[in-house]
């Protein structure tokens, strides 16, 4: 089965009880046994649902892993990931990193004495020489977020082999359409399905994607331990937005390209980052990495001034945090979504006071570039 196909067919089967072509949502807590010690696969429903299952597997296909495990949310997902560590253990990650995974790093689990180390991931010589002797994970966002950095997944890969690191991709920006990070040789992949792969707004979701079957089992254990689980209709309602994941991607692609040029062009504009312009830095790695850049872009207004001024005169983008949405929507990283960064380490990762970010909808691209050009004529 080619990508499209899998959206919709890969884990997707009729309810073999009356034969309804969508899975059923099993909104249960628990599942009668025929006699002690003998059930249908399934005892208590934050070890394991139907319908979450169903997802599991469709997530695994998608991003040609073997297994999958789904979260109440991304953040639940990311924690649960990050209990496989051990108190002393020593984490590099991406400077530019969700905004919750440094608060829970800095903030959290620092409290469990793990160490969290933020750096550069975009050039390999950065996370080779932050390594300690304590050092067990790199964990990854490429492009990251706002400002579209681009790390080379199979050289990080690579370098994590040898050293007997864990290696971690948050695949959410590109979605397994755009990029697949296990075919470089990443460990493991960590999703926000709030974003993306549900597309549609309306719920929350985490996803975990991973080939190591010792792994998955101790992720499994920590899933029912932790007990972060997604529910059963939130796994539904993630599937229902999985199967239009391609169409839904091949716009929002397109889209961001028109606005990245129109934006490029803008003399009020002084910074634009998407990885599919030319101009970016990294350009032709993520062209190596990528199958097409994504809806999402940062461009830098210069002040925080100007940047307040355009998001009260946007009218089609909406203001807003969070992302992967069929809609258009705008915010301000720096006070938005990088709140939680101190001020000295947000001008350092280019989360400048002017910088907003778009995460471009599949609307018609000629209403969003006329609505950023109303509104950056005021600015
Ligand atoms: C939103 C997001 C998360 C966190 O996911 P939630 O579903 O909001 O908990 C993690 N990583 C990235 C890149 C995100 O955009």
Redesign the pocket.
Known sequence: MRFSTKAIHAAIEPDPTYGSIMTPIHLTSTYVQEELGKNKGYEYARVSNPTRTVLERQIAALEGGKEGLAFG???AA?STLFALLKSGDHVIASRNV?G??YRLGKHVLKNFDLDFEFVDTTDLDHVKKSVKPNTRMVYV?TPT?PTMEITDLAAVAKFCRTKGFISVV?N??ATPYLQSPLAFGIDIIVH?A??YLNGHSDM???LIVLNDSKVTEQLRFLQKSIGGIMSPFEAWMCLRGIKTLVVRMDRHNRNAIDVAAFLNKHRKVRKVNYPGLVSHPQHRLATKQMRGFGGMIAFDLGTLEKAKSLLKRVKLCSLAES?GGVETLISHPATMTHASIPAEERKKIGVTDGLVRLSVGIEDVEDIIADLKQALAGV
Request: hydrophobic share 30%; charged share 15%.
């Open positions: 949310s991304g953040m990311i969700y919750g995974v966002e977020n948050d959410t920006f926000s709030t974003k929350l979701g985490g992302l």
